[in-house]
C-alpha cells in the first residue's frame, strides 16, 4: 500500500478540547440505517469535530491537511471524518485553503485550514 506524504505534517499532539456540536447529524430520510446511523453519532459529533479542530490547529499557519490524511493520522473513519469537517466549514471555523495535494490514488484533494490562517 503506498504511503500518504505527510513527513512532517503531524502536529505534535492533539488536545481533547471541546467545540459545541455544530450540527444535527445528517440522514438519508429514506433509509432505516442512516437515520439509525445519525441517531448514533449525534452524541459524539461535537468530540469529533473538537478533534478534526484540533489537528487542523496543530499545523503551523497555512500547512493544512486533506480529508485522507486526516482520516490517516487522526484516526477516522472517512463517514464520520468527512461530514465533521463539513459541520466545521458551515460553521466558518474551517476553510478550503486554496491548495491541493495528491491523494494516496494520485488525486488532487483540498487542504482543509483553519479560518484565519
Known amino acids: 500500500m503506498k504511503q500518504l506524504p505527510l513527513e512532517g505534517l503531524r502536529p505534535a499532539s492533539i488536545t481533547r478540547q471541546r ?3 455544530l450540527c444535527d447529524p445528517k440522514f438519508q430520510r429514506h433509509s ?3 437515520e439509525a446511523a445519525a441517531v448514533s453519532i449525534a452524541p459524539h459529533a461535537g468530540t469529533l469535530e473538537a478533534k478534526i479542530f484540533a489537528y487542523l490547529s496543530g499545523f503551523p499557519e497555512g500547512e493544512g491537511a486533506t480529508d485522507e490524511e486526516m ?3 487522526i484516526p477516522m473513519n472517512a463517514n464520520s471524518q468527512r461530514p465533521r469537517r463539513v459541520a466545521l ?3 466558518g471555523l474551517v476553510k478550503d485553503s486554496g491548495r491541493t495535494r495528491p491523494t494516496i490514488s494520485g488525486n488532487q484533494a483540498v487542504v ?3 479560518v484565519g490562517e
Do not use: D, E, G, M
Request: charged share 15%; glycine share 0%.
Open 89 to 91: 466549514v458551515n460553521a
Open 112 to 114: 482543509w485550514v483553519v
Open 32 to 34: 432505516r440505517t442512516s
Open 71 to 73: 482520516q490517516f493520522r
Open 19 to 21: 467545540i459545541p456540536v
